[in-house]
């Protein structure tokens, strides 16, 4: 029977040397299997984007399928390095493949998740003020400049129309949508093997990304917390008022007692001012009276006060930071990808380890990495003899081969959730 072996590049990767029949590890594959073995490189673009890699899945999927009809009676696996496992899983997942992929490999594979942030209607407003302010500010200095173009400032203008349209249909949709937007399919965890390289620095950079982008967005959320809170407010006042009718004696003798108590503050005041002085007429009394109608007022309307005090100056603050919170976190997203960028402010976008479930995966000992090493770690596994034989082992095992004979050179797989 024949052992088919499709090897997958990465990002950046296209023609890989790794991934060729005359690799170091497609030579060790070819020699330890026994058999007949055929590796079998598959090229996709490479882009760093989401629709580049699910484009590269299905016609993963297209080549797999190919492979499977032209010889029914072999056994297929997968061998990906990088985000190449990410398009790898989702390829195999597919239902249209006549026959599954015995076992899929993947290498420091950074395993992308996305989905909807939850952002909230007040929130939403307040990222679409913003996204005005920015625009606003942008026309405000370039009139201030006296920039010359009167057709550059027009399409600032007519930019800003459909960039907020589209941003809060956008926004709506998938506040309205709980459903997962970029989520890798569930599979048998026996059929793949995760190898894995430390102080890998792909994986590094990922996760720093995932990580400022997580700071910058909850520190804007902390901002914008007086948006909903505010609007809550308003809300309970609304219903305040509706239920005037049962209490509109207490509402009228309150109205009328702060009423009363401020225009004779006011009064007192007045007379304390003018020069007859009279005696019994102080500014203390005066103060005193128009505290107690505040405090009277402050009573029945604690909640306004309080939205006007200090949860409105908070939603202001986060109008005027949503503008700089898109740029970075549009900056961030595009180590995930280019055509998040514009999305990233939706989208939680992160890079694990493993996807979700149990997995088998492999961690090399990173002492034991061969000498003379010069490359980046991200990239060591589909080089290193260890890696090549925890592979074979493992391949053989898929196959129902007894690996009893095989003497291991890397560490014992371990279980990972």
């Keep these: 029977m024949t052992t088919v072996i499709t090897t997958v590049h990465g990002t950046f990767a296209r023609q890989a040397a790794w991934a060729q029949p005359d690799s ?10 026994g058999g007949a073995v055929r590796i079998a490189p598959f090229d996709w673009s490479g882009r760093n984007s989401f629709e580049a890699r699910d484009d590269a899945a299905k016609r993963l999927g297209d080549h797999l399928e190919a492979i499977g009809r032209a010889e029914p009676d072999s056994r297929q696996f997968v061998v990906a390095h990088s985000h190449g496992g990410n398009v790898a899983l989702l390829a195999a997942a597919n239902g249209r493949l006549s026959k599954p992929v015995a076992g899929i490999v993947c290498l420091s594979t950074p395993f992308l998740q996305a989905w909807p942030r939850h952002l909230g209607a007040a929130r939403i407003v307040s990222a679409a003020a913003g996204i005005v302010l920015l625009f606003a500010n942008l026309l405000f200095l370039m009139l201030r400049h006296r920039v010359g173009s009167s057709l550059l400032m027009a399409c600032v203008v007519v930019t800003a129309i459909p960039t907020i349209y589209i941003f809060i249909k956008a926004a709506a949709t998938l506040t309205d949508n709980d459903k997962p937007r970029w989520v890798l399919p569930e599979m048998d965890p026996h059929r793949m093997l995760i190898l894995r390289a430390a102080a890998d620095e792909a994986s590094a950079a990922l996760g720093a990304a995932t990580l400022a982008s997580s700071l910058v967005a909850r520190f804007w959320a902390l901002t914008s917390v007086g948006a909903p ?23 009228r003798v309150h109205g009328l007692s702060v009423m009363c108590l401020f225009v004779l503050g006011i009064v007192l005041c007045v007379l304390s001012l003018l020069p007859i002085d009279p005696p019994w007429v102080t500014r203390n009394q005066a103060t005193a009276v128009l505290v107690a109608s505040f405090v009277l007022n402050l009573l029945f309307a604690w909640r306004k006060v309080l939205a006007i005090a200090v949860l409105a100056p908070l939603w202001w603050l986060s109008m005027l930071l949503a503008g700089p919170v898109l740029l970075l976190l549009s900056v961030f997203a595009m180590s995930f990808g280019s055509s998040l960028a514009l999305r990233h402010f939706l989208w939680i976008v992160s890079a694990e ?6 997995w088998m995966t492999v961690q090399l000992d990173p002492e034991s990495t061969p000498r003379g090493f010069r490359g980046l770690m991200h990239s060591s596994l589909y080089d290193d003899p260890r890696a090549h034989s925890v592979i074979a082992h ?13 003497r291991r050179v890397g560490p014992a797989p371990r279980r990972e959730a």
Aim: charged share 25%; no cysteine; aromatic share 10%.
């Design 24 to 33: 170091p590890l497609s030579q060790y594959l070819t020699a330890h299997l």
């Design 353 to 358: 380890t493993t996807p979700p479930g149990v």
């Design 229 to 251: 809170l505010w609007m809550r407010a308003l809300e309970q006042d609304e219903a305040d008022r509706a239920r005037q009718t049962r209490y509109s004696w207490l509402r």
């Design 394 to 406: 493992w391949m053989k095992k898929q196959t129902g081969v007894s690996p009893a004979a095989e």
